[in-house]
């Protein structure tokens, strides 16, 4: 199917010193290993399926062409997520306030968190969902960056700062924002009477 | 009467300090200090005991938009990333040759 040599017994740290010296088959089990990933990472960021596919595939291609810049002081995968995310937040920039693309304003992000609803998905939690997911979207890029990676991709505070390229103090004020953001865009919604914001 | 004022101050400064460290809380990364200081206002805030009731279901609530059934192996796109990944190398490859 994908024509690379699967190699799981192999860290990734391992795969990236092979890659680093010219071992493509490595870096493509690289690829393989974290493409899902970073592509449902893409996607609940706020990019539509094609958008999350290509900013894939030009994440992977600037990695193998930067490799030797990769110096190891973060996991491969945080790397990753900071060359895609730079590139989804310049795409998503460049859209005008409000828009969305079609496929995102069908419902990217909870699509992607769950394509085939669990037996215990009832209606009000898919509703709840979507709820969530419409307000996700309403939030400025910077803070919905913390808020995706912290809360929804589950890497730690200093993962997470280290794909933004922010100290930690600097990131857990910009998570604290967006979590509050998201707090008072729910009101109403699911959290309770408004009275107390 | 100076025990009360006393009380009042610590209050709202309490008040003002603990909203913003509401998430370092409940990421559990305040020092035990401060999640005392934080523990304790909130038990005497009702304000202050709703932010944080409500910011812990947000924070909840992402975390389970988040979590995925079992692997699918239909869902994967990674052969296709993979496939788009080696036609980009492959042009950028022969741009540059």
């Known amino acids: ?197 | 009467m100076l025990r009360r004022l006393i009380e009042r101050i610590r209050f709202g400064a309490d008040h003002r300090w603990s909203p913003p460290h509401m998430s370092e809380y409940l990421d559990g990364e305040l020092t035990e200090g401060a999640g005392v200081r934080l523990e304790r206002h909130v038990h005497d805030c009702d304000r202050c005991r709703e932010i944080l009731r409500s910011l812990r279901t947000t924070i909840a609530s992402l975390r389970g938009l988040g979590r995925r059934p079992a692997a699918a192996p239909d869902t994967t796109v990674a052969p296709e990333v993979l496939a788009g990944f080696r036609d980009r190398r492959n042009e950028d490859d022969e741009r540059l040759d």
């Open chain 1, 1 to 197: 199917m994908s024509g690379s040599t699967e190699r799981p017994g192999l860290s990734d740290e391992s795969l990236v010193a092979r890659a680093r010296e010219g071992d493509m088959a490595a870096f493509e089990e690289l690829v393989m290993r974290h493409a899902d990933r970073l592509y449902m990472a893409l996607r609940r960021f706020g990019l539509d399926e094609g958008e999350a596919q290509d900013v894939a595939q030009e994440t992977f291609l600037r990695a193998w062409r930067s490799l030797a810049r990769f110096e190891g002081r973060s996991a491969f995968f945080t790397w990753l997520y900071r060359i895609g995310f730079n590139e989804a937040q310049r795409r998503l920039g460049r859209r005008r306030p409000g828009e969305v693309s079609t496929a995102a304003g069908e419902g990217a992000i909870e699509d992607v968190a769950d394509r085939t609803p669990g037996p215990a998905e009832d209606a009000e939690q898919a509703e709840l969902r979507t709820i969530l997911a419409d307000a996700l979207r309403e939030l400025p890029l910077e803070l919905r960056a913390a808020v995706v990676l912290r809360d929804v991709e589950g890497l730690s505070t200093r993962e997470a700062a280290s794909v933004l390229e922010l100290g930690e103090a600097a990131f857990k004020s910009r998570l604290h924002r967006g979590r509050m953001a998201l707090r008072n865009l729910l009101e109403g919604a699911f959290l309770g009477p408004p009275e107390l914001g």
